[in-house]
């Protein structure tokens, strides 16, 4: 038995693939102190920079390409062979012994197209970590204009509750002096009122663009002391016919489209299934009562009578089908999306310069022909109050209207992968 069983285990070795197995890696456990920005003015660059070093949703698209990196390599191996042994009759006089070794050999291009399936679904995990990082710089950008957008908020509510608290003093002296009504004084205490509840809104909306922002490198306590940078440079992108152009090789197409071709390789794959696989055989005998060894060749081949994988690959179809309607969708939906962006962009730039060269240099001129006229007794204090509500009311409209034109741009850009 010995000497007829070690050839066996020899020739099984032999035709065993020599591989390497990587060894699982247990995963690091996650930091006990998030990445924390110092605490001084922030750049745009540098919250671009802290975000792709250390947001977990761009580490966690680049894991997912090194494992389908494991998935080609599996479908790039062979199957293994099988050693069986069989004995006939237990009396050692009579008894004969077979050993022999099974090599399945497989048929149908099932080898190749395992690979291009897996092949396929590295492309599309490589897509969707562009876009994800297309995504993540544009979400970085569009959090990093919100911060400045209520810093600016917040200046101007500091800069009005003065107003209204010097309005309240000047109503007051008058009112003592008995030059106006005490109900004029009462209208700008109330003034006074509702611009410190308006600083305390812009205050408290601040601190949330603040932890929106650093919460993208994973730090839930902002250490910066202020986002610094210029919001009278409006963005500009090109017309909305170049931008379409552009879409063709957006990360959020490329992905969609290659999720198409990889629904039509697992197609290749289950139709490769219908194909049945054999088995060769090789081995010897051994018989005692002959006093003989003889050679054992045998071929195993199934019949695809009633499992032909057809459910497998109507399934594989239909899905494929499926993967093309919803890649014609996402085409549709951002092309959509980015010329309602492109429109809103242009509407908002014209909306920031009107305001900016005329609104707001009118509202305060007002506003200081007024305060003049009240301190010099042509004016009541209404039309003081008048003048300031209009001009706080147009610097609020200047800043949602540059809020609205970094959105647009930023989700342009987040459409395009830029």
């Known amino acids: 038995m010995r000497r007829f069983f070690l050839p066996l285990g020899l020739a099984a070795a032999f035709l065993s693939p020599f591989s390497v ?30 975000a792709a070093a250390s947001n977990f949703s761009l580490s966690a698209a680049a894991k997912e390409v090194d494992a389908n990196e494991g998935t080609i390599m599996q479908a790039r191996t062979i ?3 099988q050693i069986a042994a069989t004995v006939e009759d237990t009396r050692k006089a009579t008894r004969s012994t077979t050993g022999q070794v099974n090599i399945p050999v497989e048929l149908g291009g099932k080898r190749s197209a395992r690979i291009t399936a897996a092949e396929r679904g590295r492309d599309v995990a490589q897509a969707e970590l562009s876009s994800v990082r297309a995504d993540l710089r544009a979400t970085v950008i569009a959090s990093f204009f919100a911060v400045l957008v209520a810093q600016e908020r917040v200046q101007l509510a500091t800069g009005s509750a003065a107003i209204a608290a010097r309005g309240a003093q ?28 308006e600083l305390a809104e812009a205050t408290s909306e601040l601190q949330s663009a603040r932890q929106a922002l650093t919460a993208l490198w994973g730090n839930a306590v902002p250490q910066f002391s ?7 440079t409006l963005p500009a992108r090109p017309a909305p016919d170049v931008l379409r152009t552009e879409l063709e090789n957006s990360p959020l197409i490329l992905a969609s489209r290659l999720a198409l071709d990889r629904r039509q390789a697992q197609v290749g794959v289950e139709r490769s299934r219908q194909y049945p696989d054999i088995t060769v055989s090789v081995g010897a005998k051994r018989d005692n009562e002959a006093g003989r060894n003889m050679a054992v060749l045998g071929v195993a081949i199934p019949l ?49 310069q009107t305001l900016k060269n005329t609104v707001l240099p009118a509202a305060e001129q007002a506003y200081d022909a007024a305060t003049k006229g009240f301190e010099a ?33 930023t989700t342009i850009d987040r459409i395009l992968g830029r």
């Not at 990587?22 to 750049?43: D, F, G, I, V």
């Not at 497998?312 to 239909?318: F, G, M, Q, S, T």
């Not at 209404?382 to 800043?399: E, P």
């Open 79 to 81: 199957p293994n062979p």
């Open 170 to 197: 000047a109503a007051a002296r008058r009112v003592a002096a008995g030059k106006i009504s005490p109900v004029e004084e009462t209208k700008a205490r109330v003034e006074q009122a509702n611009a410190e509840l």
């Open 377 to 409: 007794g042509k004016f009541n204090f209404l039309d003081v109050l008048d003048a300031q509500r209009t001009l706080f009311q147009a610097r609020i409209r200047y800043l949602g209207v540059l809020a609205r034109t970094y959105q647009s741009a």
């Open 21 to 50: 197995v990587a060894q699982s890696q247990p995963a690091a456990p996650p930091s006990a102190y998030a990445p924390r920005e110092p605490a001084a003015p922030l750049t745009l660059d540098a919250a671009l920079s802290l």
């Open 226 to 232: 202020e986002a610094k940078g210029d919001l009278d």
């Open 304 to 352: 695809p009578l009633f499992d032909r994988n057809q459910g497998n690959l109507y399934e594989a179809i239909r899905r494929a089908d499926k993967a093309q309607d919803e890649y014609l969708a996402t085409r549709v939906r951002l092309t959509n999306e980015l010329q309602l962006a492109s429109n809103q962009l242009a509407v908002s730039r014209a909306s920031a």
